[in-house]
């Protein structure tokens, strides 16, 4: 006899505010009136461009395949456009889908939210390529003035 393993998909949540003085209420509320469990919030209180984020890791650690990760507005789980892409990137190969609650059309789970996040997917590529091109006008102007990068012999 074989054993199936039955796994019911769970809606697990992510809440960030920048400051210790500000409150994660209002993301708390919402996650909760979208149907996420209370023990399956997980939060934290430091900046999002801090790369040690105890309770995202921990959220991660949780996530499982089939479950949907929501957050309340895309800037709360991304430090910048290409950091939040590759994310949800990561997401997709864990068969994790990806709900952001203010941000309505963005629902990784169908279609349309697919297509939406395949366009911000494009810009965060552009902005990589503009980023590139100014390093390097900036670089070959500096040289075009006798200055060498690097470190010194």
Same mark, same amino acid.
């Given at each position: 006899?074989? /054993? ?19 409150? !994660?209420?209002?993301?708390? +509320? /919402? ?24 309770? !995202? &890791? ?8 089939? +479950?949907? !990760? #929501?957050? &309340?507005?895309?800037?709360? !789980?991304?430090?910048? #456009? ?9 997401? *997709? ?9 203010? +941000? ?25 390529? #503009?980023?590139?091109?100014?390093? *390097? ?10 200055? *060498? ?5």
């Amino acid at each position: 006899m074989v /054993s199936h393993e039955f796994q019911q998909q769970r809606l697990i949540g992510y809440a960030r505010v920048s400051t210790g003085d500000q409150e !994660l209420s209002l993301q708390i +509320d /919402s996650l909760l009136q979208h149907g996420v469990k209370r023990e399956n919030i997980f939060c934290d209180k430091l900046s999002g461009a801090k790369a040690d984020r105890p309770g !995202l &890791w921990l959220c991660q650690e949780n996530l499982r395949r089939g +479950d949907t !990760l #929501l957050v &309340w507005r895309l800037d709360r !789980l991304g430090r910048s #456009l290409r950091h939040l892409v590759t994310m949800i990137e990561d997401l *997709k190969e864990r068969e994790i889908g990806f709900r952001s609650i203010s +941000d309505g059309i963005i629902d990784k789970t169908t279609p349309s939210g697919e297509l939406i996040f395949h366009v911000f997917s494009a810009l965060a590529q552009f902005e990589r390529r #503009l980023i590139q091109e100014r390093t *390097k006008a900036g670089l070959a102007a500096a040289r075009a003035r006798g200055r *060498k990068g690097g470190r010194p012999h």
